[in-house]
């Protein structure tokens, strides 16, 4: 475990994030305290061990604000006037409207160091904190241009110390950049979910893996989706803009006939050098492993049975992905490994009983 | 094994469909004949036990036609003119504009009963068929008015014979239900992933799971989609309509600040509803399963291990989920499995030394 390179941190906000950090940088035998304005969050927090409760028994070395978009900008301003001494950050999801509030509030801008750990669970508040919440996840920095570096120098360092991989960008940079690979996504799955209102039960019934894939996102929470939409809204609007244009070029090319075959073929292929973009295992390009679809029956034991089969084998599993029949009690597992492993792997499995596709 | 409810067939198109028919016919002892334009195609098919080439020997009781798009109306005209007793069935990923071709060409649109198996592959052609490759799928027909109930019954019969999922439709109802289930989120994944050509390659890091999901489909071969767009041209614009109403809608709302968010919240809850249709396992609503989040080191017999681990509990996996994280050779892997087994799993794989979060 990495020692934090900082004595003593205030945390503000004793949510999921904010205890999260709290119980990071205590395994590191940092000093911390914690404050929210619900004393349950703080108790939760601290029973945890992730802190005692603020206020801190002296001036802090960093601050970090991990309270909800809509009340961020006014904790940041009274921290930055509290502790003249202190390193702010914060953890909010979008940037730039945020900066441009504290910048035009307080002359502490200087001390101010933004950030937005890509880092989040499924559930919420301090009971559902961990310590390696941010390992190995992008916690993105964006000082602003009055910055001091070296504070965002010190916030970084502190940062990776709890195992996360900081990528520094402009706030407007890192607004497009979610508003394209995050918000935007969020947006499509829930209206590309939302069309299939039309059809009827068994119609529905018409698809594939692919339809899953593409509506996962839209189970998300419609009340914390809006206000991080609203606060992106110009980015978001922006990247709808260009979505909406090239829709409606795919669309156009379909309704001219033959003649437009060549755009909706265009647009395919923008969308399959796109995908080559989208970090993949190790945040590198995708790694073009070779499938072993492996056919299974729907109980217990079956998964792990396979799983131990293909252990032995000693080939490593790259990824494993499990497409569920339709209508019926049985699977397909699809196992990715490196090409190289791939006849062995099938060969032993099937000496093994297991019904391996060609 | 179910007996085929069917003595002869002749299967025009020897390609992964059309000799997959073939091998799932033979392994039922049905006699099989198999024609292809490519003699190679044929040669291969009857090769693997796909059948005997054609000609046939005698009038088939049925003959499936498994040609590409382009040249199906011309080749179910002519095996409806050769087998005047013949039932003819063809497997185009689209129904209505071949439909109404073979009603203005044809008087003997009765014998005809079109399907469309939702099955595939990732690869093509002959060599890479297989017996199962129906099994579970959903096999849709779309009986036009003039087919004669009783040949839509007995093509009906066969399709279930080789295990697939019938489910009847109308040709105009298959079409609108594949544009919005597979063919609009084909356009959207390839659309959204063009969009991140906008970003530099630290900004396009700023991503998670959710745009690996939703840029998957991006990846698919953009001539096979052109050809399937287009023959469904008519309902995959006005389903690209229907998003680009809803998306410019979400974008107004984003745009008339906060007069804006109730427009921006209904569509996100649109979602929402429309999510829960997709069908998941076993072809019927998703079930709220728990997940037991482990971490994992990537090294060869890591999966294996947890796999015969949670084996040992007697606790059955319903799904596995693994997300990798960025920039570390780590990964999470989640098991979900039904709520009242949470518990045990998660204790007994902390004995084993694994590290479950909470």
């Known amino acids: 475990m990495t020692a934090a390179p900082v004595g003593s941190v205030l945390i503000v906000g004793s949510g999921l994030i904010g205890a999260s950090i709290g119980l990071a940088l205590r395994a590191r035998g940092v000093d911390v305290w914690l404050e929210d304005t619900d004393a349950d969050a703080v108790r939760v927090a601290v029973e945890r061990g992730a802190g005692l409760p603020g206020p801190p028994g002296r001036d802090p070395d960093l601050v970090f604000v991990a309270v909800p978009p809509a009340t961020a900008a006014a904790v940041i301003h009274d921290v930055l006037r509290r502790y003249l001494t202190a390193t702010v950050s914060d953890v909010a999801s979008t940037k730039t409207r945020l900066q441009r509030e504290i910048e035009a509030r307080t002359p502490f801008v200087d001390r101010f160091v933004p950030g937005h750990p890509l880092a989040g669970r499924e559930v919420s508040g301090p009971a559902a904190a961990r310590a390696d919440l941010f390992a190995d996840r992008v916690w993105a920095l964006?000082?602003?241009?009055?910055?001091?570096?070296?504070?965002?120098?010190?916030?970084?360092?502190?940062?990776?110390?709890?195992?996360?991989?900081?990528?520094?960008?402009?706030?407007?940079?890192?607004?497009?950049?979610?508003?394209?690979?995050?918000?935007?996504?969020?947006?499509?799955?829930?209206?590309?979910?939302?069309?299939?209102?039309?059809?009827?039960?068994?119609?529905?019934?018409?698809?594939?893996?692919?339809?899953?894939?593409?509506?996962?996102?839209?189970?998300?929470?419609?009340?914390?989706?809006?206000?991080?939409?609203?606060s992106n809204a110009e980015p978001v609007s922006e990247a709808l803009d260009g979505l909406i244009e090239r829709l409606s070029r795919v669309r156009d090319g379909l309704r001219r006939e033959a003649g437009g075959a060549g755009e909706v073929r265009a647009a395919l292929a923008a969308g399959v050098a796109g995908a080559a973009r989208v970090p993949g295992k190790h945040g590198s390009q995708p790694v073009p492993y070779a499938v072993v679809p492996v056919v299974i029956a729907d109980r217990p034991g079956e998964l792990g049975r396979l799983f131990a089969a293909a252990a032995r084998t000693g080939v490593n599993l790259e990824d494993v992905r499990i497409d569920h029949a339709q209508g019926r009690p049985t699977g397909l597992v699809e196992l990715e490994v490196r090409p190289e492993s791939a006849t062995v792997l099938a060969a032993e499995l099937r000496a093994d009983g297991f019904e391996v596709r060609d």
Not at 148 to 171: C, F, K, Y
């Open 142 to 230: 964006t000082p602003g241009a009055g910055t001091d570096p070296e504070r965002a120098a010190q916030v970084a360092a502190v940062v990776e110390s709890l195992g996360a991989v900081v990528v520094t960008t402009t706030p407007e940079q890192h607004d497009r950049a979610v508003a394209l690979t995050s918000h935007t996504p969020q947006v499509v799955s829930s209206l590309v979910a939302a069309g299939l209102e039309a059809l009827g039960s068994a119609e529905v019934r018409l698809s594939g893996q692919g339809l899953r894939d593409m509506t996962r996102l839209a189970g998300s929470d419609p009340d914390l989706w809006t206000e991080i939409l609203t």
